[in-house]
């Protein structure tokens, strides 16, 4: 057993999650506390810091006597360089040296890597992903990310933005996405596009057993799936459309690079059914044969640490 400890944080929208884990995956210590993100870059990197030294804390450890500290950071980043280039749930964030700055704050070697990419290596090196060296790892909650490994390495591309599977375009004339392009997979496939179609639904007086459910509130995936359970059948279409339309994304990302595992991780695998199984049926159909030859499909194992995991294996990974 590898006994060394490093920390791992993740940087969410609403939640900073740190933890303190050995070498080999054991989380020993961990905090979480509010982001509070409209306070800006300064007051949340303060939040970071106070967060990892809690956790560290929590594990019998000091910063000087850890490996190191690894961030997981939405939106589009730099890992060469530490730097967030444009998170868009964080105001102000734009170009932000984060590795750079926690580093001096924390005293410990400090690397950085975007979220998905550090959960998908997360589960390969902990998770659901042990042993294989060729994964896709697509997190499917507000919006829809992705994060690649090839040959046991994570991929980022010649910029360090790859894996944005909810950004493949798939219906040119679609409606508009928050990329602020047009048709991608997050516009038809994401929580918010399945609210989005579901109160449309409701002000046409399509769906009133989820108008009930709702409550005059907006329509959420968690209250169409409800609706569909209880017998909704525009719910249980609205969930099975954009299960199709996830899957058509999820058959370019396979044909492009033909992993031997694909993961699927983030609030909305619990749609089941009624969502995940028309996705990976139309995934099948759609895919290539030799791509789908041996392709195993499963869900992710590590929960909301899956980022701050991959954030630790990646520090270990530096150090050694």
Not at 239 to 259: C, D, I, K, T, W
């Amino acid at each position: 057993m590898d006994e060394r400890i490093a920390a791992g944080v993740d940087l969410g929208g609403t939640k900073i999650l740190s933890i303190a884990a050995t070498a080999d995956g054991r989380v020993l210590g961990e905090d979480r506390c509010p982001t509070d993100a409209a306070e800006g870059p300064d007051a949340v990197i303060g939040r970071i810091v106070a967060s990892l030294r809690r956790a560290i804390d929590a594990a019998g450890a000091t910063p000087e006597s850890i490996i190191g500290a690894g961030i997981s950071t939405p939106g589009p980043c730099d890992p060469s360089r530490g730097l967030v280039l444009d998170a868009p749930n964080l105001p102000g964030w734009k170009n932000v040296e984060l590795a750079r700055i926690v580093r001096a704050q924390l005293g410990t070697p400090t690397v950085l890597e975007h979220d998905a990419a550090a959960a998908c290596y997360g589960e390969c090196r902990y998770g659901a992903g042990i042993g294989k060296r060729h994964v896709v790892y697509a997190t499917l909650g507000t919006g829809v990310g992705g994060g690649i490994v090839i040959d046991g390495k994570i991929y980022g591309g010649a910029s360090g933005v790859a894996g944005e599977i909810g950004h493949m375009i798939i219906e040119p004339e679609g409606p508009h996405c928050n990329c602020g392009g047009r048709g991608c997979v997050e516009a038809f496939a994401s929580g918010v596009a399945i609210g989005r179609e579901a109160d449309a639904s409701i002000a046409d007086g399509r769906m009133p057993l989820l108008a009930e459910l709702a409550d005059g509130g907006p329509a959420t995936a968690e209250l169409v799936l409800r609706a569909a359970e209880e017998g909704e059948r525009e719910a249980r279409r609205i969930l099975e459309r954009a299960g199709h339309y996830l899957g058509l994304g999820l058959a370019g990302v396979l044909n492009s690079f033909n992993p031997e595992l694909l993961i699927l991780g983030g609030g909305l695998v619990n749609l089941g059914s009624y969502y995940i199984e028309p996705a990976v049926e139309t995934m099948r159909e759609r895919a290539l044969e030799q791509v789908l030859d041996g392709l195993t499909v499963t869900n992710a194992q590590l929960g909301g640490r899956a980022g701050a995991l991959g954030a630790v294996a990646l520090m270990v990974d530096a150090a050694d």
